[in-house]
């Protein structure tokens, strides 16, 4: 999931000083800067719940016994830590830890990107850890508050695998969770939902692997059905191949809605892009329609999206406090749509 090598354009942005991110874009708007420095923090994942937002990202560590490989053995988070604002550009309080990896029952090792939900007076923490087999697998966590403390299930959900959850809920009532990623997230392991140990990734002229999808049950803590894999097509209505690494699925799925249309947006890892994609079920497919945020400082590019006050956001992360690409720190940004329903592409730098 998380590969050391660093791409020529990711070395060139690193050249930046510091200080030339307070500056301003001609004039207009500042470039973000990390919601906490207390902490490192990343993979945001925002919700607005009784209009306030909270954010629930992964908390990086700095775990110096654990050597740096192209599986992510590096990111070694050990508990989560939930965030909150009251608006966009307030203070950003930190809640303390809101779940702790020795509190789940089941887990071995690498707390990575969780999601939350809430339904009917209970908050829902969605997350990715090794079990004791060192599987990924995917685990839920409940409170009746939004920032915790949450109390694990003692086993993950039944049916799960991979990383990176993100959990949406339509409009009429009924939540999908999203999920998967390559490399490190052990998703070439998973073929029509059973693991094989020795699953191989793509190669150039394969089909890519797909993001997966399945309906979560009323009570928000196991599947209704079993796991799809999403179709995510080129406009062309094809399938990407693996050599199309700069267009093609590699993790940290997220699904909002925008004026009746359902959009997917994803990392594309290795290139390290956040691209997007839109279709009229939640279902897919998605056709894809371009970059949302260009290559951030650091290997790693994962976000999420919101609404506040008539204004969407782009909660996001880079390396601008560490320098070092297990070190990370969120940020946010404002999001804007064409009147085509396509959205502007970000720079973070720019």
Known sequence: MKRIRISLALAAISCL????????????????????????????????????????????????DVKEDDDGGHFAMRDYHVLSMDKIGGPVKDNGVALDIKDIPWAGRQLWAPDAAY??????????????QDVFRLGVATSKS????????????????????????????????YFGGIWGGQLQRWDNNQYD???????????????????????????????????????NGKLFTEKDNDKRFFEGSWLHKYK??????????????????????????????????????????????????????LFYHDTQLSGKTHLRNVKVTELTYNPDGTIKTIDAYR
């Open 17 to 64: 000083s510091l200080s030339s991110f307070a500056q301003t874009n001609n004039g207009k708007n500042p470039i973000s800067q990390p919601l906490v420095s207390h902490i490192y923090t990343a993979d945001p994942s925002a919700h607005v719940f009784n209009g306030k937002i909270y954010i629930y990202p992964s908390h990086d560590i700095d775990a110096k």
């Open 119 to 132: 339904k009917n007076g209970t908050y829902y923490l969605y997350f990715p850890v090794k079990d004791k």
């Open 146 to 177: 939004p920032v915790g403390p949450f109390k694990a299930e003692p086993q993950p959900m039944k049916g799960t695998y991979s990383i990176d959850p993100c959990v949406f809920q339509d409009t009429d009532g009924k939540a999908y969770i």
């Open 197 to 235: 140990a020795k699953g191989a990734l793509k190669k150039p002229d394969e089909v890519a692997y797909l993001p997966r999808v399945a309906r979560l049950s009323n009570d928000m803590k196991e599947l209704a059905e079993p796991v799809k894999a999403i179709q995510l097509l080129d406009e």
């Open 260 to 313: 009746g249309k359902y959009y997917l947006s994803y990392s594309t890892g290795d290139t390290h892009n956040l691209c997007y994609a839109i279709g009229d079920s939640p279902y897919g497919p998605f056709t894809y329609k371009g970059v949302l945020l260009k290559p951030v400082l650091g290997w790693t590019n994962h976000h999420s999206i919101i609404e506040k006050d008539g204004k969407w956001y």
